[in-house]
């Protein structure tokens, strides 16, 4: 059973930091690239990060980049989002994502993470 449980939201201070945990279960962890989405209220659910099995390839939103750092650690079957100078606008509640392609696409629960002003 694919389970991804995310922690670490809650509330940053303006031009702080927050990082997000995703533990990942249930599958191969390091066979499969590893994504954060975040969902504001009343938008759609966008993606923030994208890192490949072994962090070969890393691709962020341009609306984080150059503040966001996703990183993994395999031994861990664990994946970050470090989020540095944190804004009103990253408030969203946070999503980690494996899609496993025919296997499935999974989801963790969420995590609120709020950017005050």
């Known amino acids: 059973q694919v389970r991804l449980v995310e922690s670490g939201g809650g509330l940053g201070q303006p031009g702080g930091s927050l990082r997000l945990t995703c533990e990942a279960s249930?599958?191969?962890?390091d066979l499969w690239a590893m994504r954060w989405f975040r969902q504001a209220p009343g938008k759609e659910r966008d993606f923030v990060a994208r890192i490949s099995p072994f962090a070969g390839k890393i691709d962020y939103a341009d609306s984080v980049k150059g503040r966001f750092v996703i990183s993994r650690d395999n031994a861990k079957n664990t994946v970050y989002l470090q989020m540095n100078n944190l804004q009103p606008e990253d408030t969203a509640v946070y999503y980690c994502n494996a899609d496993l392609q025919r296997q499935g696409t999974y989801w963790g629960q969420g995590i609120q993470v709020t950017g005050s002003s």
């Open positions: 249930g599958f191969t962890f």
